[in-house]
């Protein structure tokens, strides 16, 4: 059983940073892709970004260039988001997941792609 555990949330004033960890078990981590969603009140999920198996990226397309990195640790089975220069409007839960289908060929941005997902961890960015 596959289980993805996010860490990192938590309250910080516009401008700073955080950065999230999802560790991962149950799944051969080096060979799957991952990706951050994330869902703030009243709106639908959103992709934030998606990193592969072999290491490519993919990023939500609004966002300022190098103001969010995804980063993978295979050592570690763990994916890493990190968030700088974060806004007000950056506040929702935020959710690993972890692609379906291992080796995949491309990098995965889209929900139906991923068959396992975390519980979420907070963030709140204060203006």
């Known amino acids: 059983q596959v289980q993805l555990v996010e860490s990192g949330g938590g309250l910080v004033q516009a401008g700073g940073s955080l950065r999230l960890s999802c560790a991962v078990s149950?799944?051969?981590?080096?060979?799957?892709?991952m990706g951050w969603f994330r869902q703030a009140p009243g709106k639908e999920r959103e992709f934030v970004a998606a990193i592969s198996w072999n290491g490519g990226t993919e990023y939500f397309e609004d966002f300022e260039r190098g103001r969010f990195t995804i980063s993978r640790d295979n050592a570690k089975n763990t994916v890493y988001l990190q968030m700088n220069s974060l806004k007000p409007e950056d506040t929702a839960v935020y959710y690993c997941a972890a692609d379906s289908r291992a080796y995949r060929a491309i990098v995965p941005t889209t929900p139906t792609l991923f068959g396992s997902w975390g519980q979420g961890t907070q963030v709140t960015v204060s203006s």
């Open positions: 149950g799944r051969t981590f080096s060979s799957i892709g």
